[in-house]
């Protein structure tokens, strides 16, 4: 029988007893090859005494996520350059917005100050500040008389 | 006013005179009773402030501050005790002193009349807690964490001493009593401006400013939990209340000056939130999740409307019992996983139930959960803001969002999914873990009921 050629695909790469290059593979390739899984076969048996030990309490401490967390923690400086790309990335979010915002605030304040004044400073339309409170509180005041005369006339006994 | 301030220093006596058995139970016993003493002094008058003395001095504002320092003593001292465990007594009972003598000073701050005297004690506190910081922290980085406090606040401070005597030569008094009467408007001259800066810097640096704020993540992850705790908590809202006593000596300048540091706190704002979302390290997370719920106090002070006012004062007592308490839960993780990465400690929920049932609450009350006085807080601001221009709603919106974000994204990495394996057999929770999250947690569910106590002078 003769199975179709396996053409590798993107999830679904060659492996490696299918590929003819591994066949044809240099002994010192070998070599690094042996020694690559004996670090792999040393670090796993370590990791699995560990991780099966009845008397272990707590994690296990994983050297590459110890360094990954001290590289995003406290070692950001020494490995930060000014490039470019971070210089631009530090104007457009640091340093531009706030100047941005400083604009778009400025101009809304101004408006509404102005505004404001305008109103509170100019005698033509001054009067809106006691006119219509003027009125507002008369119409009140006579309304709750009216109610407090009509619900007490109704206990007032006739003579 | 004596009658907190002697039993709080003659807690130093009796730690160091007590049985070794007895050092946590008699410190943490007598901490409580005085916390119940200081309560009395959320009864305000009205209109005025109470006033004890001439150097003493209590008002709507620095009462519940006051209430939440001499509360947060015995939760330290509960906090403390598991990693203090190993230390010789000697030590433990330096521990416990250097958190008495910080309580002390914070007392008499937020109680002072004289500006000198509020700014001398403002320095003081800094010794206990660079001490704290750098003799008790947990990785050789606390060295650095320690000097960049200490001088951070330092450069900030110093410009301030010479505000308030230049204050004292024009004005005459310092007695923030009298100065509230006889503070005359300014004119914005360049000298005036130098002024303004002087004053307000210190406190920006402490709140901590969104361009100032490099000292907090280093100081609060590398502190011991109490470190933290009063740092979070306590230690922020001096500059809060700070900026907020000084801003009277200041008009008219303030709507001039205030643009630049609005700019600073609403960009900063959204920005930390955005860095908590990419954090590893769960205290760095919460250290940042401090600095933008500063901002928002921040933006209230500087508009100066009676609503953020009593915005800027909710916020800051919840914001004082939420992160000491997610402090707290951060620490019962610490100890049992002995790393603050968050990815290590994931799935806890299955495991420690009752803490999470914490984590939850104190998760909710961080992203400002109604009816929670973090909401009562951060609403009130929001609402002064927009009324201040109506386009700081973009930015207040995006900052609750990214809040709302960053804090389920803590809960769920820490308390979802599958555990990690090594998890398994960590201690369950203590009682003293579960008593402590009690106790921050009660405050903050009773001031719900009654926000006006931490509505400030101005209700």
């Keep these: ?159 | 006013m004596l009658k907190i301030i002697i039993p709080t220093a003659m807690l130093m006596p009796m730690t160091w005179l007590s049985k070794p058995n007895m050092i946590w139970i008699n410190s943490t016993i007598y901490s409580l009773l005085i916390s119940l003493i200081s309560l009395s002094y959320l009864n305000q008058l009205g209109d005025n402030s109470l006033n004890f003395s001439l150097l003493f001095f209590s008002d709507p504002l620095s009462a519940p501050l006051l209430v939440l320092t001499t509360w947060l003593l015995p939760l330290m001292l509960m906090a403390s005790q598991s990693h203090l465990s190993k230390e010789t007594l000697t030590r433990k009972k330096l521990y416990i002193t250097m958190l008495t003598t910080l309580q002390l000073l914070l007392i008499m701050t937020f109680t002072a009349t004289e500006l000198i005297m509020f700014y001398i004690l403002f320095e003081a506190t800094l010794i206990p807690t660079l001490i704290i910081i750098t003799r008790w922290g947990n990785q050789t980085e606390r060295l650095n964490a320690g000097l960049y406090f200490l001088f951070y606040t330092l450069m900030g401070s110093l410009p301030l001493l010479v505000a308030l005597l230049y204050i004292q030569n024009t004005t005459g008094t310092l007695n923030f009593l009298i100065i509230q009467y006889w503070a005359k408007p300014i004119s914005t001259t360049w000298s005036n401006i130098f002024l303004w800066l002087a004053c307000m810097m210190a406190f920006m640096v402490k709140m901590p400013l969104y361009g100032l704020h490099l000292w907090l993540p280093k100081a609060h992850v590398e502190a011991p939990i109490a470190g933290s705790m009063v740092l979070a908590a306590v230690l922020l809202k001096l500059g809060g209340y700070g900026m907020m006593r000084i801003t009277i000596l200041l008009n008219p300048t303030t709507n001039q000056m205030a643009y630049p540091f609005m700019m600073l706190s609403l960009w900063g704002m959204v920005m930390t939130s955005s860095v908590c979302l990419r954090q590893t390290d769960l205290k760095s997370l919460i250290a940042y999740s401090s600095v933008s719920h500063m901002a928002l106090v921040i933006v209230a002070v500087l508009i100066q409307t009676p609503w953020s006012y009593m915005g800027a004062t909710a916020l800051m007592i919840a914001h004082g019992l939420t992160s000491s308490m997610l402090f707290c839960l951060a620490n019962s993780n610490y100890e049992r996983v002995h790393s603050r990465t968050m990815i290590l400690a994931r799935g806890l929920q299955t495991i420690l139930p009752l803490m999470a049932a914490w984590w939850l609450l104190a998760s909710l009350a961080n992203l400002a959960l109604p009816p929670t006085i973090n909401l009562i807080g951060e609403l009130f601001v929001v609402m002064a803001s927009f009324s201040w221009s109506n386009m700081t709603i973009i930015l207040m919106g995006t900052n609750i969002i990214i809040t709302a974000l960053y804090t389920l994204y803590m809960l769920i990495t820490t308390q979802r999914g599958k555990h990690t394996h090594h998890i398994k057999n960590i201690n369950p929770s203590f009682t003293r873990e579960n008593a402590l999250m009690t106790l921050h947690l009660l405050p903050l569910l009773l001031l719900s009921l009654n926000p006006k106590t931490v509505l400030g002078p101005i209700y």
């Design chain 1, 1 to 159: 029988m003769s199975f179709p050629k396996y053409q590798p695909s993107r999830l679904a790469t060659l492996p490696s007893t299918l590929d003819p290059a591994e066949y044809d593979v240099s002994p010192e390739a070998r070599k690094a090859q042996a020694e690559r899984l004996a670090i792999r076969s040393r670090l796993k048996r370590e990791y699995l005494l560990q991780y099966n030990d009845p008397s272990r309490r707590g994690l296990i401490e994983d050297p590459a996520l110890i360094r990954w967390t001290y590289a995003r923690s406290a070692n950001i400086y020494p490995n930060f350059r000014p490039t470019p790309k971070t210089s631009l990335l530090g104007a457009l979010f640091g340093i531009g917005p706030l100047f941005f915002w400083y604009y778009v605030f400025k101009t809304d304040r101004n408006r509404k100050i102005f505004k404001l004044e305008r109103i509170t400073t100019s005698t033509q339309y001054r009067r809106i500040f006691y006119v219509i409170p003027g009125i507002t509180s008369w119409v009140c005041l006579h309304a709750s008389c009216e109610w407090k005369l009509s619900t007490q006339q109704s206990s007032l006994p006739y003579y």
